[in-house]
């Protein structure tokens, strides 16, 4: 034969068969936006290391709720940034049935039953120390008595309206004992969302000036309890005890320089499977797109299709809203 029969360009020359042989489609329906809570009302605040978010009180978070339903985005996941003064060595205030991430819950769920609320279950927001866990007198964050705070915390948001509660704190046996509480309370259909693979990743430093727990954490690591960056056996034995333990998804986190753990963790368990693109790869893009140095639109269409075509049946990002408004051509 003169020239190969195969020529790989003959599907992809006109825009009918690119179309036709294209594997994944990214759609509004496979977004969950993500929102940071303050108190006041008609507040809107900054976040310096990520342009384009904003703190929102709770009316503010009415409004994005209402662009997430409008644009078929179909749930948020809150996270609270508490007054500084409601933290203590406890954390307490995570489980208070009036703290501000209930009182948004239960605005939320009045005006938009269908949205889905996801609420984070971690104490650093509420630590003055910035762990997601209580610790002792060595700073280490403790297992058990920090399983047994999420338990309360993991009722007080299931109380509140939660549809999904998401431990994002990586102790151990968590999932099992916040699955025994839920059911034995009734909270039957309330889901867990568990961010089994999570990694000590230093792409979270936005998020920790967004919730206000940088500062307390100083110089501090979580490194006694997420993962190692190095590691993709152990996330698939953390994403196996989660499924065992009442996990209804899991997630891989943070997302673009994990795509292959998400595609392991899907092939081998075949389970609800999410991802989060976390601060830093939101604050990447946003630099590069503000410098003029990447096209903004092109490329966060392009990370949030590679995370389906890596495995991801959803993803967290701070982009939901804007993509939804790009892939709907608005
Ligand atoms: C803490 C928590 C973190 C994020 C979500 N929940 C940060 C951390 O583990 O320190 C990070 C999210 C992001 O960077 O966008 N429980």
Redesign the pocket.
Known sequence: MSFPAIRMRRMRRDAFSRALMREHTLLPGDLIM?AFVIEGEGRRERVPSMPGVDRLSIDGLLELAGECVRLGVPALAL?PAPDPAVKSEDAAEAWNPDNLMHRATRALKAKYPQLGLIG?V?L?PYTTHGQ?GLIDADGYVMNEPTVQALVKMSLAQAEAGMDFVAP??MMDGRIGSIRDALEAAGHIHTRILA?SA?YASS??G???DAVG?AANLGKGN?HTY?MDVANSDEALREVELDLAEGADAVMV??GMPYLDVLRRVKDAFGAPTFV?Q???E?AMLKAAAQNGWLDEKAVVLESLTAFKRAGADAILT?YALDAARWLRGE
């Open positions: 993500v996270f984070d971690a650093d997601d994002s704190d961010y999570k792409f979270y936005p998020f920790r727990s979580k997420q986190k943070p989060y976390v601060s830093g939101y701070y």
